[in-house]
């Protein structure tokens, strides 16, 4: 997970080419491997949330899904011209990120495909 405050600023790009980096909760061990790596602030909340259920993987991975997409959706609303993120080869919390923020109709996501 990419904290916001932890965002891509990059003053060389073009404004509107900067995306908001994000990893999802996908695994706890995962977790607290990249946000100690990365030295990523943890709001107090989504810590206790996540150590509270460390030990059950299908509710790490829906509580990954549920805060992605209210994280992701409220970064929409503020602003971010986009957002970019790191799968890490584990796609399946991202989809279900992606699909709950319903940013893009089925069509319109069809007609950007192939952009």
């Known amino acids: 997970m990419q904290h916001p ?3 891509y600023n990059n003053n060389t790009h073009n404004q509107r080419t900067q ?3 994000y990893k999802s909760i996908s695994n706890y061990a995962g977790f607290k491997r990249m946000t100690k ?3 990523t602030r943890v709001p107090k909340h989504v810590e206790e949330g996540i150590e509270a259920i460390k030990d059950d993987v299908e509710a790490v991975k829906n509580f990954g ?3 992605g997409i209210a994280l ?8 971010a011209p986009g ?11 991202t989809k279900a990120i992606v699909d ?6 089925p069509a319109e996501l069809v007609a950007t495909a192939d952009v």
Do not use: D, M, P, W
Not at 72 to 79: A, I, P, Q, S
Not at 100 to 105: K, N, T, Y
């Open 5 to 7: 405050s932890n965002s």
């Open 19 to 21: 995306h908001t980096q």
């Open 37 to 39: 790596f990365c030295k």
């Open 65 to 67: 899904i549920t805060f």
């Open 72 to 79: 992701c959706k409220r970064l929409l609303e503020v602003g």
């Open 83 to 93: 957002l970019h993120y790191y799968t890490l080869n584990s796609s399946v919390v």
């Open 100 to 105: 709950g923020i319903e940013v893009l109709a």
